[in-house]
Nanobody
């Protein structure tokens, strides 16, 4: 079992920055991939960024060059640095963990709301 607790959401003006944190209840070194997903009002949940156990990253085209996903192994925390925020980034952001051993398991946090508005 893995618990994921997001924090860092809030209200920010367009062009501003936020850093989201995902506290993980076990060693992230044992997790195949961590990721951030978002669900905007009226839309389905979609990928924002992922990072594997080999530190290979993947980003949605809409956030490339603006968002950065990273991991802190000592703190068992995954971050999403969000810069140059736009109104269309407004969404609930969810942390995700994919474990592949001993079997495939997916875990989700409860989400943190990011609102980009002037």
């Amino acid at each position: 079992q893995v618990q994921l607790v997001e924090s860092g959401g809030g209200l920010v003006r367009p062009g501003g920055s936020l850093r989201l944190s995902c506290a993980v209840s076990r060693s992230i070194a044992s997790i195949y991939a961590m990721g951030w997903y978002c669900r905007a009002p009226g839309k389905q949940r979609e990928l924002v960024a992922t990072i594997t156990d080999s530190d290979i990253t993947n980003y949605a085209d809409s956030v490339k060059g603006r968002f950065t996903i990273s991991k802190d192994y000592a703190e068992n925390t995954v971050y999403l640095q969000m810069n140059s925020l736009k109104a269309e980034d407004t969404a609930v952001y969810y942390c995700h963990a994919e474990i592949r051993w001993p079997r495939l398991m997916n875990y989700w946090g409860k989400g943190t709301l990011v609102t980009v508005s002037s």
